[in-house]
C-alpha cells in the first residue's frame, strides 16, 4: 500500500488484486491513498483546492468508515493541507534530525553527563 502502483511489480500487483477481491475496505482504503497520491501532485494552488475539493467530494460520506473519517479529519485542516501542498520547502530534514536524537537518547539508556550526551548528539548529526 505504500508503494506507488506503478513501482509495483506484477507479483505485488497480482497480490493487491486479490486483496482488492477478498477485503473491500482495503481496496477503499488503497484507491483513497492513490488519489490523494494525485491531489498531492498539484503545482498550483486553484488546482489544488480543486483536487481537494473533488476529494473530500468523493471520500467524506464513503460507505468504509476509516476513509470517511479521515476525509472529514482533513477537512477540518484543509487550509494548511493546501499550504502544504504548494509550498517547497520540507521538514524532513528536521525530522530526520529529532529521530536521530530519539534513538541516541533511548539507546543510552539515560546519561549520567549531559555533556556526555550532547557530545554524542553532535558526534552522530554532524553539527
Known sequence: MA??????TEEERGF???????????????????HMRYV????????AKRRLT???????????????KIAKTLITREKALLDTIISPQSN???EG?????????????????????FLRLRLETGH
Request: hydrophobic content about 35%.
Open 3 to 8: 508503494r506507488k502502483p506503478e513501482q509495483l
Open 16 to 34: 493487491v488484486a486479490q486483496w482488492h477481491q477478498e477485503d473491500l475496505h482495503t481496496k477503499h482504503i488503497y484507491q483513497a491513498v492513490n
Open 40 to 47: 498531492l501532485k498539484a503545482t498550483t494552488i486553484t488546482q
Open 54 to 68: 473533488e476529494w473530500f467530494k468523493r471520500y467524506q460520506f464513503h460507505m468504509c468508515g476509516a476513509v470517511s
Open 92 to 94: 524532513g530534514i528536521m
Open 97 to 117: 534530525t529529532n529521530n536521530k536524537i530519539k534513538l541516541i537518547k533511548r539507546r543510552g539508556f539515560g546519561y549520567r553527563n549531559e555533556d556526555r550526551l
